[in-house]
């Protein structure tokens, strides 16, 4: 993708952005009706925010993210927040020494208090930087200098004079130095909490290291940082009671308005303090607390695209007691599904290619929510053991965990890298090189080998940084049936949900299931094109076209086949070959829309039908769509959305682009333009406008996007 194009994460919640400054009186009062009348651009903030590495380097590892159902601390950089609060607490202070210029209050006074404040930054910046030690001696200076803030202050509180005015500001002052102490020890508790909570991925990696020789329970350790967690919202708490019941009306303007701003603050960060204990429990659940935690790792192979990402063609069990691997097995799933004779009926979605619906078939919803289910449902149906929590990884993940580990050496066939593993694997597994009955015995030899590569102290940091990656991208998903984890994957980003309908927003969502048995998805170029024409009415009328090329060539045949020699394979079936991704890519296409939208044309030479989705309460327009080696096809759809603009007398058009998971990331091209109307804003700035009537905005699928502008006539 080119470079000029950004890497512009969305997420769930929004937030303003602010229009350009206005040059003349004109648009300057345009602006002033935007704002009056809430048409404004927002973008959807990112879920996962940053990463901070566990061992103090600029390496990212590790994050806390934003969500939607509860949401834990983005950072540890949160505790800044605390500084920002006590910040608010000199300024009231200076208004005080203001108001009360005829007590002649030292300067020293506020020296100290601000002292107090700068302390509590620096404890935030330690923290942000891992450097828990100097985080926790700064909080202790933070307490001290508000405590001696408030020893020179005594004599406010004790005050009677016209000055004091029934003691309201006194009373202030007193409240926020106490709150300003508690803020200092609640920094101290949290720190400590958070340094417990960032223990996870080391304890985990190191406990389960096959040479590690302690067996300590790591859930028991971690219950640590929940009690320092719930340590750290007593004082806030304290600190709530103390600041709520100043009247700030009753005070100077100049003091008042800053009381506001500081409970609004002390708001803030309790409810980070309290979103971060909540994710505690369910932490402790995923590793095996108290009783063992059995996952459903879903190995899908994204080279055959299907909606959560890819074939589902091998299945791993694990089970975790205390944060320790009990189990780790890897099974094949033809095996579970032939065992299993009852016919099931397939979705609609599904009816095109089978009769008879299974496990390998369960991901048939791009909502990994509702495939993750049914996914677990037919896993014990068909005779497995019941399943707490389902992941799905895509096979393009492995690749990132081999430039970590390394080569690892399989048996005496050799080593898979980086570089050769997917070959390798697809070409064993599908030729049945290791034998007919078991072809994906070379899974069963790999993995362990692999896992005591990977489970290095020394690979945490790359492997976060790479997890991170991965879910921002959706090549990572999990789903449990209990409310306080699939909560916790919600605000880790991880639960792989569509967008949910918005009134009046427009939406788009190209989802691909391969149902021609090759691997050929990993060689296809897919470029989405939505233009979008909105006349004088508000009627709004979208044109898609989805056009995918099939890239594979002859070099990569010989590159192919000299990588095979070296490993001692000198036959190579056309047959095999074209499963490889040679052969024709053939895939069912559903492309989302707002519902209710109304199909008008599309391409004479491909069948379209309109269906809804239930579950998801979304139109789509399903087709299929056939490209061989070297070719191009494309389709083209033009439909009406089932909404109006309102020109009253500007109107914000909004579009969401989920990608489809697994997805490499299609090529997206946006034009919007309008008839007898023209746009004032648009976001993101990187878009384009030359006339003011149409915008143009391209960039890739890797997350998913979003679009909005304002238009008026």
Do not use: C
Not at 12 to 33: G, N, Q, V
Not at 398 to 422: P, T
Not at 536 to 551: A, C, F, M, P
Not at 607 to 615: A, G, S, V
Request: net charge neutral; aromatic share 10%; hydrophobic share 35%.
């Amino acid at each position: 993708m080119q470079g000029k194009i950004n890497d512009i994460q969305q997420g769930i919640s929004k937030e303003k952005i602010d229009l350009r400054r206005p040059k003349d009186l004109e648009l300057r009062k345009k602006a002033e009706t935007l704002r009056k009348n809430k048409n404004v651009l927002y973008k959807k903030t990112a879920t996962v925010k940053s990463v901070k590495d566990l061992s103090g380097s600029d390496k990212t590892s590790y994050s806390y993210i934003k969500g939607k159902s509860y949401t834990p601390s983005k950072s540890l950089g949160n505790i800044i927040k605390m500084g920002v609060f006590s910040f608010l607490i000199i300024l009231i202070l200076n208004s005080v020494s203001i108001y009360f210029q005829g007590k002649s209050v030292k300067k020293e006074i506020s020296n100290i208090a601000y002292e107090g404040i700068s302390y509590l930054v620096d404890a935030g910046k330690s923290a942000t930087k891992i450097q828990f030690a100097d985080a926790l001696e700064t909080f202790d200076k933070a307490l001290k200098n508000f405590g001696d803030a408030q020893h020179d202050l005594w004599f406010i509180s004790n005050d009677k004079t016209l000055y004091a005015s029934d003691n309201n500001a006194g009373n202030a002052v007193e409240a926020l130095l106490e709150s300003g102490k508690n803020f200092a020890t609640a920094g101290k508790y949290f720190t400590e909490g958070l340094d417990e909570f960032n223990k996870i991925p080391v304890f985990f990696v190191s406990k389960n290291n096959s040479e590690s020789q302690q067996k300590v329970s790591i859930t028991d350790i971690l219950k640590k940082g929940l009690d320092k967690t719930d340590m750290a919202l007593k004082e806030i708490s304290q600190a709530t009671e103390k600041i709520k019941n100043i009247n700030e009306k009753s005070l100077p303007s100049e003091i008042g308005s800053r009381i506001t701003l500081a409970k609004q603050k002390i708001n803030e960060v309790s409810n980070i303090l309290e979103m971060t204990s909540q994710s505690f429990p369910a932490l402790l659940k995923l590793l095996g607390d108290k009783k063992l935690h059995r996952y459903l790792i879903l190995l899908q192979n994204n080279n055959e695209i299907r909606p959560t990402g890819g074939f589902i063609g091998s299945y791993a069990i694990v089970e975790i007691q205390d944060g320790y691997i009990e189990k780790l097995e890897v099974d094949d799933v033809y095996d579970i599904d032939g065992s299993y004779k009852e016919i099931i009926e397939p979705p609609e979605e599904l009816k095109f290619f089978t009769t008879n619906w299974r496990f390998r078939d369960s991901n048939y919803s791009p909502d990994f929510k509702v495939a993750a289910s049914k996914a677990k449902w037919f896993f014990e149906t068909e005779g497995g053991p019941q399943i707490d929590t389902v992941i799905a990884i895509n096979q393009g993940l492995l690749k990132d965990m081999l430039e970590i580990s390394g080569g690892v050496q399989v048996g005496n066939f050799g080593k898979l890298d980086s570089e050769n593993y997917n070959l390798l694997l697809s070409f064993i597994i599908e030729s049945k090189y290791w034998g007919a009955e078991d072809p994906k015995h070379i899974l069963k030899v790999f993995i362990p080998e692999f896992k005591k590569q990977i489970m290095k102290e020394e690979n945490v940091g790359k492997i976060m940084s790479k997890l991170y990656k991965a879910i921002q991208q959706k090549h990572i998903m999990a789903y449990s049936a209990d409310s306080d984890i699939e909560a916790l994957f919600k605000s880790f980003g991880l639960s792989g949900e569509m967008n949910k309908p918005v009134s009046n927003e427009d939406y788009l969502s190209v989802i691909n299931t391969s149902v021609g048995g090759t691997k050929s998805d990993q060689f296809i170029e897919e470029k989405i094109y939505h233009n979008t024409t909105i006349d004088k009415s508000g009627t709004i009328v979208d044109e898609v076209n989805v056009k995918r090329t099939h890239l594979w060539s002859d070099s990569l045949y010989y590159q192919w086949k000299k990588t095979l020699e070296s490993y001692g394979i000198t036959q190579m079936p056309d047959q095999i070959i074209d499963i490889l991704g040679r052969g024709k890519n053939k895939v069912s296409m559903r492309i989302y829309v707002p519902d209710g939208a109304i199909l008008l044309q599309n391409s004479q030479d491909t069948q379209i039908q309109t269906k809804y989705d239930k579950d998801l309460k979304k139109t789509y327009f399903i087709l299929q769509m056939e490209v061989k080696t070297g070719e191009s096809k494309e389709v083209k759809i033009k439909y009406q959305l089932p909404f109006r603009l309102d020109f009253s007398p500007m109107a914000t058009y909004k579009l969401y682009v989920d990608k489809q998971p697994g997805s490499r990331g299609s090529i997206l091209t946006k034009e919007i333009s309008g008839s007898e109307i023209h746009d004032l804003e648009f976001y993101p700035q990187d878009a384009k406008s030359y006339t003011n009537k149409e915008i143009n905005y391209e960039t890739n699928l890797v997350y998913d996007r979003y679009f909005s502008s304002i238009w008026e006539k």
